[in-house]
Nanobody
Framework: VELVESGGGSVQAGGSLRLSCAAS????????MTWFRQAPGKEREGVAV???????RYARSVKGRFSIAKDNTMNTLNLQMSSLKPEDTGIYYC?????????????????WGQGTQVTVSS
């Protein structure tokens, strides 16, 4: 299993970024996918999940601003982030698991990408 994130960067508050995660080595459509983030000095937290049936859930802090989607034909997971705030700063990771639950806990995931840095300045 390989997960590779891309799309991070630096943006001013109020701006937008789109993260992508390219997956390989497993049947993408059979797994649920989750975006986590980790801010400096804080625990890794679940941001959004998309279940294998396409259902989605979001952390309260990003609901209405972030949108998770997947393309089963391209084996790609995306996270569209809008109205970004400085508190959205952190390293964003995609993770895969069969049978996700929400809220997601990082200890329950075996497959991780390397992470992509998102920095939002005020």
């Amino acid at each position: 299993v390989e997960l590779v994130e891309s799309g991070g960067g630096s943006v001013q508050a109020g701006g937008s970024l789109r993260l992508s995660c390219a997956a390989s080595g497993y049947t993408f459509s059979d797994y649920c996918m989750t975006w986590f983030r980790q801010a400096p000095g804080k625990e890794r937290e679940g941001v959004a999940v998309i279940f294998s049936d396409g259902d989605t859930r979001y952390a309260r802090s990003v609901k209405g601003r972030f949108s998770i989607a997947k393309d089963n034909t391209m084996n790609t997971l995306n996270l569209q982030m809008s109205s970004l705030k400085p508190e959205d700063t952190g390293i964003y990771y995609c993770a895969a698991r069969r049978g996700c639950v929400w809220p997601a806990h990082p200890d329950n995931f075996n497959y991780w990408g390397q992470g992509t840095q998102v920095t939002v300045s005020s």
